[in-house]
């Protein structure tokens, strides 16, 4: 009977492991898989046949289609520059210069996948909408709270995923030859 008792508890732990660390691969991507830039992970396999079936089922379980391959490059964090979680309770900058491209997207979800309902109906901004520093560089703050300027609104109660993505940009192509320089996600005190 005790033999029978560790057979089945040596099992279920094998596969709560199993399952956790799947999830974990979809979820966060593995370094075989992702490439991390101050931050932030890019899928940079996402659409060649070099796709692993982990990359693969990352986009498939959402209804995402991957960015096209030497078209464009899309990039995801969900913690500022600290290391913290994006929560909708705080607020936060996107600062700095963005990547070289000739458009770029910058779009707002919850953890879970969606979008963050509102009135304003802002989920994020493009490279043609944002308001612009001197330098060229932009300021995008999140918050749950109407901020002047750039805003993007957050849900009080979930935490939150950034996504950026970059069309035509010369870091598709060169498959991180170069490191690009990515904006920070700067939280301020909650």
């Known amino acids: 009977m005790r033999l029978m008792i560790a057979i089945l508890a040596v099992a279920f732990l094998g596969l709560g492991l199993g399952l956790g660390s799947a999830q974990f691969a979809l979820d966060q991507g593995l370094r075989f898989q992702t490439q991390q830039i101050d931050g932030w992970t890019a899928w940079v396999n996402a659409t060649t046949s070099d796709a692993d079936p982990y990359t693969r089922a990352h986009f498939g379980r959402n209804g995402e289609l ?20 994006i929560r909708g309770g705080c607020t936060y900058r996107i600062e700095g210069q963005f990547p070289a491209s000739r458009f770029w997207t910058l779009i707002v979800y919850r953890e879970d996948g969606t979008l ?10 493009s490279s043609r909408q944002i308001l612009r520093q001197d330098d060229g560089s932009g300021v995008i703050t999140l918050s749950a709270r109407p901020m002047p300027g750039n805003w993007v609104p957050l849900d009080p109660d979930a935490s939150h995923q950034v996504r950026l993505t970059l069309y ?13 320089v990515m904006p920070r996600v700067v939280g301020e005190p909650c």
Do not use: I, W
Request: glycine share 4%; charged share 20%.
């Open 168 to 180: 035509d940009s010369p870091l598709a192509a060169q498959a991180f030859l170069l490191e690009p």
């Open 116 to 125: 963050v309902e509102n009135p304003s109906k802002r989920h994020g901004f």
């Open 66 to 85: 991957p960015p096209p391959p030497l078209e464009s490059l899309a990039f995801s964090t969900n913690a500022d520059a600290s290391g913290d979680a």
